[in-house]
């Protein structure tokens, strides 16, 4: 044996050196071959992921592009008579602004084309051709049992006039929700018995909710109560700790370790961006969206996003981006669409949200052209539901542009007490009256199909829009009303048809009783939406009610066969 310990080649390996040197090339050529290997893996994982049925990448494409699967589809993509070719060109994002230039803009249909009128309700139906498939024969991937998973309940009525701000405190009417027995969960139970007790807010005198009997006792006799978190409660986070939840200062939760930004509470801005060194770290970039929640308006879909944003295989952009429903937006152009976006890891799904996009005909023709694979999500509730809660979102967006804020509870308990001044209503379309009643039934007691109001409630016809361009697989339609009863199976499903990690289990949601909706318990406890979401809303004739069910009844009943969804709303 020599010096170097090897007993063969003795001529090359004579010196400590020699070896040394052999040794470096073997790892070197060891190291490029797993990095070669694992980068496969990466690119058949995501194959995997995104090929299911109905998505149109194909195995060269998703190779070619690693990635930036999103943007580098736009390269692929030319439009020609009938369909898509795929075609290779070098200015990828500024090419595909010329398709906008091709389509009218979506905003003629709701603003009118040229005399300002909308198009009347035979007209809007008609606006696009049917698909081609019957409607029947389609089956979009939803088959949702979602009744059997424990805490479905009835609902009831119970007060909720404890709002004290604009965008809470409209109307001190009723409002439906979930009966206390069905609500509170084992998981609930569970998080109340540890937190100990719940502490009502003084400056309320409202009783104080120690137990869970404590707790059932107050929903069933209806009395309202508020809870304190408690100031000494802290959450482990790598982060400095800066001040506790429902306080106003934000929390920032460092616990995604492999997402572009940090987590806070669903009443700020729910995501805080890294900064440049430790974007450049983890490997973010802003790409175009995989998946978007398309509509519809008021249908859960703030909540929806709020919820998957804490999934760590989304990156969620917050801010509605309307870039497909603005002429101003599109003109800016591709790369500006992108800049839009939140930073993404290469694993994580893009995402964006804007219900507009469900609402103008136009707008599923220029997604495909410039994201033809995309995800979409569409979470739709009773559309008269929709339309009282769109009734009361103008009539406090009108106030907010009226510069009628601050008001009192006692003044906005009814807006029909306070004289909107002259040119305040903006939007003529929706025809916001003092009553919901007025704002949707006509001087001859017919229901105003052309207010915004009542068609952006007409479901089935903005599927079937998007369907002329998009496979039903491409599709995940979300019932609103069931989601608002219990969120879980709904992000269960989102999952799935993400095809992204089994992420969220039950004990991530609660029941809040004093919210009166489901909030989340983790990664952020006790993490509810802000008052602009859920707002009391004011009481409806019944008679209006029945109108409206009348009018809906037959795209309902149509609307139920094409997602294939068991809406109990829908007759
Ligand atoms: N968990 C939870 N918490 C609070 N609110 C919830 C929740 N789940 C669904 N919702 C319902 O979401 C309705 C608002 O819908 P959107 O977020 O789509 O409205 S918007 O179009 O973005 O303005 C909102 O409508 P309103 O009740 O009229 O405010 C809620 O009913």
Redesign the pocket.
Same mark, same amino acid.
Do not use: D, Q
């Given at each position: 044996m020599d010096d170097t310990g090897s007993t063969t080649n003795k001529g090359f390996f004579r010196s400590r050196k020699r070896v040394f040197s052999f040794c470096l090339v073997v790892l070197a050529v060891s190291f490029s071959v797993i990095m070669l290997r694992g980068q496969n893996q990466t690119r058949m994982y995501k194959i995997h992921k995104w090929f299911d049925p109905g998505a149109r990448y194909e195995t060269s494409n998703v190779e070619d592009t690693g990635n930036d699967r999103a943007v580098q589809s736009l390269d692929k993509v030319s439009h020609s008579d009938g369909g898509y070719n795929m075609v290779r060109s070098d200015d990828r994002l500024d090419s595909m602004d010329d398709h906008f230039k091709a389509i009218p803009d979506p905003d003629l249909y709701l603003e009118g084309a040229s005399n300002g009128e909308a198009p009347s309700r035979e007209g809007a139906v008609n606006t696009e051709t049917e698909p081609s498939a019957p409607v029947s024969a389609l089956n979009l991937p939803i088959k949702q049992d979602l009744g059997t998973e424990g805490v479905m309940h009835d609902v009831k009525s119970v007060p909720r006039n404890k709002y004290n701000d604009l965008e809470g405190a409209l109307y001190p009417g009723t409002r439906q929700v979930p009966s206390i027995d069905g609500a509170i969960n084992t998981v609930t139970k569970l998080a109340i018995q540890r937190k100990g007790a719940l502490f009502a807010d003084s400056k309320q005198s409202m009783p104080v909710v120690e137990s869970i009997q404590d707790l059932q006792k107050m929903s069933t006799n209806r009395v309202p109560f508020r809870r304190k978190v408690s100031v000494a409660t802290r959450y482990q986070t790598t982060e400095s700790f800066i001040s506790p939840p429902g306080t106003t200062q934000a929390v920032y939760y460092d616990i995604c370790e492999r997402c572009c930004y940090r987590y806070t509470t669903i009443d700020h801005d729910i995501l805080k961006a890294l900064n440049e060194t430790e974007l450049k770290e983890r490997g973010c970039r802003q790409r175009l969206p995989d998946a978007m929640i398309f509509g519809v @308006? @008021? !249908? !859960?879909?703030?909540?929806l996003k709020n919820f998957l944003s804490y999934h760590p295989d989304i990156a969620f952009t917050q801010k509605e981006l309307k870039f497909f429903t603005s002429p101003e937006e599109r003109a800016k152009g591709m790369a500006y669409y992108r800049s839009r976006m939140i930073h993404s890891t290469p694993d994580q799904i893009s995402m964006e949200k804007t219900?507009a996009y469900s609402h103008y005909p136009k707008v599923p023709g220029m997604i495909k052209k410039v994201l033809p694979n995309i995800k979409l999500i569409i979470i739709m509730r009773d559309p008269v539901d929709r339309a009282v809660?769109d009734f009361? %979102?103008m009539q406090v967006t009108i106030a907010k542009r009226c510069q009628m804020k601050p008001l009192t509870f006692t003044q906005t308990s009814m807006l029909r007490d306070i004289t909107i001044p002259e040119g305040c209503n903006y939007s003529t379309r929706y025809e916001i009256n003092h009553t919901f009643e007025e704002s949707v039934i006509d001087s001859t007691g017919r229901v105003k199909a052309d207010s915004q109001l009542i068609s952006k409630g007409i479901y089935v016809q903005e599927i079937q829009r998007y369907l002329k361009y998009f496979k039903p697989a491409q599709i995940l339609a979300i019932d #609103?009303e069931t /989601?608002?009863k219990d969120?879980y199976p709904a992000v269960k499903l989102v999952e799935q048809f993400l095809g992204i990690r089994d992420y969220f289990t039950r004990d991530h949601f609660y029941y809040d009783v004093q @919210?009166g /909706? /489901?909030?989340m318990n983790k990664p952020i406890p006790q993490n509810?939406?802000s008052p602009a @979401? #859920?707002?009391p %809303?004011p009481e409806v004739r019944e008679d209006t009610l029945q109108k409206l069910r009348d009018f809906y009844r037959p795209y309902n009943e149509k609307l139920r066969h094409l997602v294939n969804l068991d809406l109990h709303w829908s007759s």
């Open positions: @308006k @008021k !249908g !859960g879909t703030t909540t219900p809660s009361v %979102h #609103g /989601f608002i969120p @919210k /909706f /489901f909030c509810c939406m @979401k #859920g707002r %809303h």
